[in-house]
């Protein structure tokens, strides 16, 4: 399916892909590529009070933001944020413990979750503050993605309280289908509006993160993944939204093209796994499809990752594709392997002081 949007030459990279167009060359981002991977993001984050005071602060989150934009010729910047705004906005509690990552408190009752969906979205206008900033810097062929977690994914966290193999969220979903459903509704309703307020103040694609599609019977899939994704696409383009979404539907395997024909995406992310000819297949079905390259690679660096990139930029390149890592960056990849990757895929030089 394309974007709505009409393109033209001038429109960024990133758009023509998602509306469907073959490029000479993909447009590249990186997922995480905001964060601990850079010296300056480290430095940033010391004069916060708190991760979640960093997220909420539009002059901080915006600079985060920039930040890999300044250093890499990328065609795309994401916004600094977490999934996890959207449950503090619904009134869990939520912090994150230094080294060890989120912990939220005891899920409320559904009912005064359901109370707060109205409140919530104005709980987070910090971040479509952030991108009207971002916005007013960014050059223009440069896109800006906003982003929510998927339902599923934020309700794990929001079951088991931290991050953990979900076995506790998966059994709970088993033993109180009613309560999952309903959760996943709010977690709908409140995510659509607050993607809807991104969209208003400057994304100009949207990016769903189900982090955590893996191990689900195919049934469940359809109920917890597809169904409430759908949802929100549509909400969003029921309010009168048209910039194109990204799903990523992680560790669904197969699962994928049950994803692909259900949910009205336009950009389908693969995870590390994803074969040559399932992106060919989701391609050929209209889709563009971005990612697939192993995180832990770009890590790694040396020749496995050169020929990695080679491989992938070949695979894909007889339809819409945004080259991009399977899963997000990792707090300790050198920058030099960001760089050389992004030289490689754009043709363009990085400069040697931002390259190291
Ligand atoms: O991509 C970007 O650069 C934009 C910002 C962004 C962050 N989190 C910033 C962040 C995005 C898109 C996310 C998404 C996110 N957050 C996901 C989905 C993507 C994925 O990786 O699967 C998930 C599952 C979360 C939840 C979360 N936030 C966890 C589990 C953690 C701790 C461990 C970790 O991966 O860092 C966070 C914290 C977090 N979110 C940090 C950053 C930069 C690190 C916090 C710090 O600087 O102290």
Redesign the pocket.
């Known amino acids: 399916m394309s974007s709505p949007e009409p393109t033209s030459p001038e429109t960024p990279r990133l758009l023509r892909a998602l509306a469907g167009e073959t490029l000479e060359r993909p447009p590249i981002w990186f997922?995480?590529?905001?964060?601990?991977s850079l010296p300056e993001y480290r430095e940033l984050?010391t004069r916060a009070k708190d991760?979640i005071a960093f997220c909420h602060d539009p002059e901080m989150a915006a600079e985060a933001t920039l930040q890999p934009m300044r250093r890499f010729p990328l065609d795309a910047a994401?916004?600094?944020?977490?999934?996890?705004l959207i449950p503090r906005a619904l009134g869990q509690e939520v912090w994150?413990e230094a080294g060890e990552?989120?912990r939220l408190g005891p899920l409320p009752e559904i009912a005064a979750l359901e109370r707060e969906i109205e409140a919530s979205t104005g709980r987070l206008s910090s971040i479509g503050e952030t991108l009207s900033r971002v916005r007013g810097e960014l050059e223009p062929e440069r896109a800006l993605i906003g982003?929510a977690?998927a339902p599923w994914?934020v309700a794990t966290y929001m079951i088991e309280g931290k991050?953990s193999n979900r076995e506790a969220a998966r059994t709970f979903a088993y033993q109180n289908p009613e309560v999952l459903d309903a959760l996943l509704e709010v977690l709908v309703e409140s995510t659509a509006r607050y993607l809807v307020m991104q969209a208003r103040a400057g994304a100009q694609a949207l990016k769903i993160?189900e982090?955590w599609a893996e191990q689900l019977a195919e049934d469940v899939f359809e109920r917890i993944v597809i169904q409430p994704h759908r949802r929100i696409v549509e909400r969003v383009r029921a309010a009168g939204v048209t910039v194109p979404f990204i799903g990523f539907p992680?560790g669904a395997g197969a699962l994928v093209d049950n994803y692909a024909a259900g949910v009205p995406v336009e950009g389908v992310a693969l995870d590390t796994q994803a074969s040559a000819e399932q992106g060919r297949r989701l391609q050929r079905n209209g889709k563009c499809i971005q990612g697939a390259l192993d995180n832990l690679l770009l890590r790694a660096g040396g020749p496995a990752l050169d020929a990695r990139v080679e491989q992938i930029l070949e695979q894909w390149e007889g339809g819409p594709h945004i080259f991009n890592l399977g899963?997000?960056v990792m707090p300790d990849t050198p920058i030099a392997h960001i760089a050389r990757v992004v030289e490689r895929v754009t043709g363009k030089k990085v400069a040697a002081e931002m390259a190291a």
């Not at 997922?31 to 601990?36: D, L």
Request: charged share 20%.
């Open positions: 997922m995480r590529q905001a964060g601990r984050r991760f994401i916004v600094f944020a977490d999934i996890l994150f990552g989120p982003f977690g994914t991050g993160f982090s992680r899963h997000g």
